[in-house]
């Protein structure tokens, strides 16, 4: 009889594991729930997405599905390095030896669901959308649901149950009921807004495409933009949560002001109706989570940012959302589909590199603007030595990390003693103030 796979969440790494599990054949049967409506058919919410780059790991893993790649890289730029803007104008560049593909997250989503549903019918994958988890009897393998629009609630059987709906798990929050889990949730201390700008040039602006483009501020408020494929421009502003100028921004001219003062060629590049939109749209925090485990008995699992979120510094969540579906769907080749084997493995052989990741994303970018300048010094440095000699020098951080033949516990291990030196001084700087 065929295995009834229930996948809580239609984010990245929920669509693509439906990809990798019916590939494996009839005996896989899947239902994915989604609290949100179908994003195929709703108006698109500039509210709640924001560009994501993706490196080798992250294509590597969609490429292994026919058509996959090629539906993404529709949709996404190619990114060949960072541009660093001055406040007085001045700019550098930080080139990267292979290119991301840079494309908003919620197209992402669009695309991995389009080409799933034209793969599969509805006698092997269902997609209810609008229906909310809200609790999991592990002990009867059950599933408890609430629609959305209705309000009415539900209960679905499972034999395999994966959390895949993100930083505010409902499937982890279910774990923490039981012995021996251990989870610790942490906001980083920055929060964002997504920003959307018509052109990324005008007759006082032009700026570079196919680049990632990148303003600081010594309090750390920072704006990352990219290029869109239809020429518009997007990106974040990020700002410390607390005491922090952006959030108390309270009309367009207040926002045109900010950005003008603070990041010029931003001002030049934001209408009037940005800036308006700007005021109303959500500040969003972020959550990182560290967890002890990631299944739980021997039919419940939890992949994506709902068993490791991490801060978006280093540009890895998704990246390793999507490479823990190829682990997964190893581990069910080395143990014969058998799914108590399965979910226990991937806990065992996902948790050091996840860690990994945390720790990372966590302490590569420092919080002090000497060890800032510092860390922009040595992502140069190691460009030109490893150039010069590849066998003694390794590439910068960013680059070693964007490659799927390291793992990231081997990247950790490579660049210790930089994220040890951050994190002993991110702690002093955090608790001075
Ligand atoms: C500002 C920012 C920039 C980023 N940049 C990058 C980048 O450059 N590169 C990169 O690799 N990563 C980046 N990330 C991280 C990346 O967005 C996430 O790691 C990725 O989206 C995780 O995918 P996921 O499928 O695990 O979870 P999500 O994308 O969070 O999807 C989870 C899904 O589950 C649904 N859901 C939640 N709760 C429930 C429930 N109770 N019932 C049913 N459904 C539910 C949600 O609606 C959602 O659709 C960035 C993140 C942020 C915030």
Not at 129 to 136: A, I
Not at 182 to 199: G, H, R
Request: glycine share 4%; aromatic share 10%; net charge neutral.
């Amino acid at each position: 009889m065929a295995k009834k796979v229930i996948i809580i969440g239609a984010g990245p790494s929920g669509v693509l594991l439906a990809h990798y599990l019916l590939r494996r054949g009839e005996n896989y049967q899947v239902d994915i729930y989604e609290r949100r409506s179908d994003p195929r058919v709703i108006p698109f919410s500039k509210s709640r997405t924001f560009p994501i780059t993706l490196s080798q790991r992250g294509i590597k893993a969609l490429r292994k599905i026919e058509g996959l790649e090629e539906a993404v890289k529709a949709i996404s730029l190619e990114v060949t390095g960072t541009i660093i803007h001055q406040k007085n104008g001045k700019t550098s560049l930080i080139a990267r030896q292979k290119p991301l593909v840079s494309l908003d997250r919620t197209r992402l989503a669009i695309a991995l669901l389009e080409n799933l549903t034209q793969k599969y019918d509805d006698s092997r994958l269902n997609i209810h959308f609008n229906c909310e988890c809200t609790q999991v009897d592990f002990a009867e393998k059950q599933v408890k649901f609430q629609n959305t629009e209705t309000k009415v609630d539900f209960t679905v059987d499972y034999d395999l149950l994966v959390g895949a709906d993100g930083a505010r798990s409902a499937v982890r929050e279910s774990f923490l009921s039981i012995e021996n889990f251990e989870c610790q949730q942490k906001y980083v201390p920055s929060a964002y807004k997504s920003i959307f700008l018509p052109s990324g040039n005008n007759s006082e602006i032009n700026l570079q495409p196919g680049k990632i483009h990148s303003w600081r501020l010594d309090d750390t408020t920072s704006v990352l933009l990219l290029y869109q494929p239809d020429e518009t421009i997007s990106g974040v502003v990020t700002f410390p949560y607390k005491q922090n100028q952006v959030v108390s921004l309270s009309n367009a001219q207040e926002v045109l002001k900010f950005f003008h003062q603070n990041f010029p060629e931003v001002g030049y590049l934001m209408p009037t109706s940005e800036a308006e939109a700007f005021v109303t749209r959500t500040v969003s925090r972020i959550l990182t989570i560290r967890c002890n485990r990631f299944h739980q008995g021997d039919s419940t699992l939890l992949i994506g940012d709902a068993a490791h979120a991490v801060s978006p510094s280093l540009g890895q969540g998704c990246n390793a959302a999507l490479e823990d579906v190829v682990i997964f769907d190893q581990i069910l080749d080395e143990n014969s589909d058998s799914l108590a084997e399965a979910v226990e493995q991937f806990s065992v052989r996902r948790f050091p590199d996840v860690h990994a990741l945390v720790e990372m994303s966590d302490y590569a970018f420092p919080l002090s603007k000497r060890l800032f300048i510092e860390f922009v010094l040595r992502q140069r440095i190691a460009k030109v030595l490893h150039r010069l000699f590849p066998k003694h020098f390794l590439p910068s951080l960013f680059e070693v990390i964007s490659e799927d033949t390291n793992s990231y516990s081997q990247v950790l291990n490579y660049y210790k003693d930089w994220i040890a030196k951050v994190k002993e001084s991110n702690k002093k700087l955090t608790a001075s103030t």
